[in-house]
Nanobody, 123 residues
Framework: QVQLVESGGELVQAGGSLRLSCAAS????????MGWFRQAPGKEREFVAA????????YYADSVKGRFNISRDNAKNTVYLQMSSLKHEDTAAYYC????????????????WGQGTQVTVSS
């Protein structure tokens, strides 16, 4: 059982940075792979980044690699997404999710979802 709440989304200028946080309430937080997804208006929800429980291995979409960094603090039951060099195309609602699947890039493999936090990047 995992409950997730995202925070940190806001309006930011292109080229700027922003850190999103995802707080998990369940004691089982450390057993799950944690992922970040995003969805822009009229678009499908897409994979952004993920981090595994067992090894801390990270995965990134090609569109954000080198600009975004995912990390987790199991003691605080929190996962972070540090975003840098933001572009207008990064504008979307960002969602935190938890999965017990090895298919970390697949949206349908995630069992638990937060309500999302809006990130808007101005041109």
């Amino acid at each position: 059982q995992v409950q997730l709440v995202e925070s940190g989304g806001e309006l930011v200028q292109a080229g700027g940075s922003l850190r999103l946080s995802c707080a998990a309430s369940g004691r089982t937080f450390s057993r799950y792979t944690m992922g970040w997804f995003r969805q822009a208006p009229g678009k499908e929800r897409e994979f952004v980044a993920a981090i595994t429980w067992s090894s801390g291995t990270t995965y990134y979409a090609d569109s954000v690699k080198g600009r975004f960094n995912i990390s987790r603090d199991n003691a605080k039951n929190t996962v972070y997404l540090q975003m840098s060099s933001l572009k207008h195309e990064d504008t979307a609602a960002y969602y935190c999710a938890a999965s017990d699947s090895m298919m970390v890039r697949i949206v349908t493999e995630y069992r638990y979802w937060g309500q999302g936090t809006q990130v808007t990047v101005s041109s």
